[in-house]
């Protein structure tokens, strides 16, 4: 049986109610997605249509330049958005808040100062978390999810530079292996190093998918990136199970002290969605069809690393299918508003990945073409800031 959300008396008389005219269509999350949505929605739409975002923070983050951000390369300014200001330059109202769960056959969203907002039609953009069955009872250990937790890896950093009590090195231990791992790790290396700090790096994966993979590069792929591996130590195939006191215990029974441990487990979808009885995977994301659509609810929509499909296609979780989603997300919300067939969403098949390393070196993977290079730096970075030179416009 369907769990549904029970809402006390009280929560419906804190409503914001429904216009009787005007409908209403909730955005719930400022990701990717719903940023263009906002700003591609027709005006006709929006002329006859009450919109409002309602995210946790007032900015949002682009996790593009996250690993620049942490190495000081870019400044806030250039990583985010006002949200405020966006949704005031598009006409539509913002709400600073975190939606916690929501009722599909109400239609409502039910927000964490217990108040909550009707609907019409609502679509979810509300992204990941970092996703750990790791044990862990330790301060000096960070996420890379949300992704304003850059800036507490760096204020950590930082602080261990300037009090390291004459020994200068500072140990790093990062677990998980994927793109969002390395470019963290290796940024916090960077950091650290601009401080004129030694620093002793390890990386602890599950797999060894990364590290096969550049061993299976050119030699000339190798030969330019040796300087960066040569001095990091790698525990792969020996998952970690507990953090405690600056130490991280594998599954081998081997223990590495750490002055900072990030993790960037792989991701998992937000609770609000189990909490509101609409059909989850095992990560709980929820589940949408071909047309952004909830399966259950037709008013419900989803795009993003929030959702999962019900297809013979899943995507990654990156923000490449969450722009690619967005443009048939804001076609299908219209469609539907005006009561007209949606349309599918078909994906890609391969992305353009380019994932930063260090000196000025980026690796640039597409299907089963890589390039390692100062120029996939500089790709990335051009079309870092020209996504969000596009945005702010
Ligand atoms: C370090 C790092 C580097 C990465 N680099 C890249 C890269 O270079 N290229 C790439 O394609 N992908 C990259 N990714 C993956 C990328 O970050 C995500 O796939 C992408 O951000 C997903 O976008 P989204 O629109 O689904 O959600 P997000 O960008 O995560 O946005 C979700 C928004 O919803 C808000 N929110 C969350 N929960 C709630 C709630 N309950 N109520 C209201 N608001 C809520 C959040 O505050 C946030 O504003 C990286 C990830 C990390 C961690």
């Not at 769990?3 to 990717?32: I, P, W, Y």
């Not at 929605?41 to 620049?68: C, E, F, H, N, P």
């Not at 215990?249 to 937000?270: C, H, M, R």
């Amino acid at each position: 049986m369907i769990k549904r959300n029970s809402f006390s008396d009280m929560e419906q008389r804190n409503s914001e109610k429904v216009g009787a005219q005007m409908e209403t269509l909730v955005l719930v999350g400022g990701g990717h997605a719903h940023l263009y949505v906002i700003k591609n929605l027709k005006s006709s739409t929006k002329a006859r249509l009450q919109v409002i975002l309602i995210s946790t923070m007032d900015k949002q983050y682009y996790s593009g330049m996250a690993s620049g951000s942490l190495e000081g390369y870019y400044s806030e300014d250039d990583m985010s958005v006002d949200l405020m200001d966006y949704c005031k330059k598009h006409q539509v109202k913002f709400i600073k808040n975190t939606v916690i769960s929501f009722n599909p056959d109400s239609k409502y969203v039910l927000l964490s100062d217990g108040s909550t907002v009707a609907y019409h039609y609502v679509s979810f953009n509300v992204g990941s978390i970092t996703k750990t069955n790791l044990s862990i009872k330790d301060s000096n250990c960070f996420f890379v999810k949300p992704l304003t937790s850059i800036y507490d890896i760096r204020t950590k950093i930082m602080d261990l530079c300037e009090n390291h009590n004459r020994v200068n090195i500072i140990k790093i231990v990062v677990v998980g292996t994927g793109a969002a791992g390395i470019e963290i790790g290796l940024a916090a290396k960077t950091l650290a190093e601009s401080k004129q700090m030694k620093v002793n790096l390890t990386f602890v994966g599950a797999s060894a998918e990364f590290i096969n993979g550049l061993q299976t590069q050119p030699k000339t792929t190798r030969i330019k990136t040796y300087r960066i591996w040569q001095d990091i130590n790698w525990e792969l195939k020996d998952p970690g199970i507990e953090i405690n006191r600056n130490k991280i215990l594998l599954q081998s029974g081997k223990k590495i002290q750490f002055d900072i441990s990030i993790l960037a487990t792989g991701v998992s979808g937000s609770e609000l969605f189990k909490q509101s009885g609409t059909k989850t995977d095992d990560n709980h994301f929820m589940v949408v069809n071909e047309y952004l659509q909830n399966v259950r609810y037709s008013t419900v929509f989803g795009a993003g690393d929030c959702v999962s499909f019900d297809t013979p296609f899943n995507v990654p979780k990156n923000g490449v299918y969450a722009i690619k989603e967005a443009k048939v997300l804001v076609k299908n919300l219209e469609l539907f508003i005006s009561g007209k067939p949606l349309i599918a969403f078909k994906p890609q098949k391969h992305f353009l990945s380019i994932i930063a390393l260090q000196e000025g070196l980026a690796i640039l993977v597409y299907n089963h073409f890589s390039w390692v290079g100062k120029m996939p730096f500089h790709i990335k970075e051009w079309i870092d800031r020209n996504y969000m030179k596009r945005l702010k416009r």
